[in-house]
């Protein structure tokens, strides 16, 4: 059974960096893609960025040049380095592993940004 964990979430100011990570457990075949989604309150899920295991990146505008996604195969992992942010990413970030059948969720982590 496929199981996301994520972590590094938490409450910064303005201007502030965080690193989120995400471990993928009873991954037992090749991760085409992974990557990050974002839910704010009252708000629907939407992407931050993805990473295809052939390098295709897929990134948010809201975040491009603010935001570096990565991962590493061998240990069915993925980050995500956040800079810059701004009160407006405050938000649960969700760790999504994708195949061609099935998307796995984690249970997310919050992030917020506030003076």
């Known amino acids: 059974q496929v199981h996301l964990v994520e972590s590094g979430g938490g409450s910064v100011q303005p201007g502030e960096s965080l690193r989120l990570s995400c471990v993928a457990s009873?991954?037992?075949?090749?991760?085409?893609?992974m990557g990050w989604y974002r839910q704010a309150p009252g708000k629907q899920r939407e992407l931050v960025a993805t990473l295809g295991n052939g390098g295709l990146i897929d990134t948010a505008d809201a975040v491009k040049g603010r935001f570096t996604i990565s991962r590493e195969n061998v240990n069915h992992a993925v980050y995500l380095q956040m800079n810059n942010l701004r009160p407006e990413d405050t938000a649960v970030y969700y760790c999504?592993?994708?195949?061609?059948?099935?998307?796995?969720w984690g249970q997310g982590t919050q992030v917020t940004v506030a003076s």
């Open positions: 009873g991954i037992t075949f090749s991760i085409p893609v």
């Open positions: 999504i592993v994708r195949t061609i059948t099935h998307d796995y």
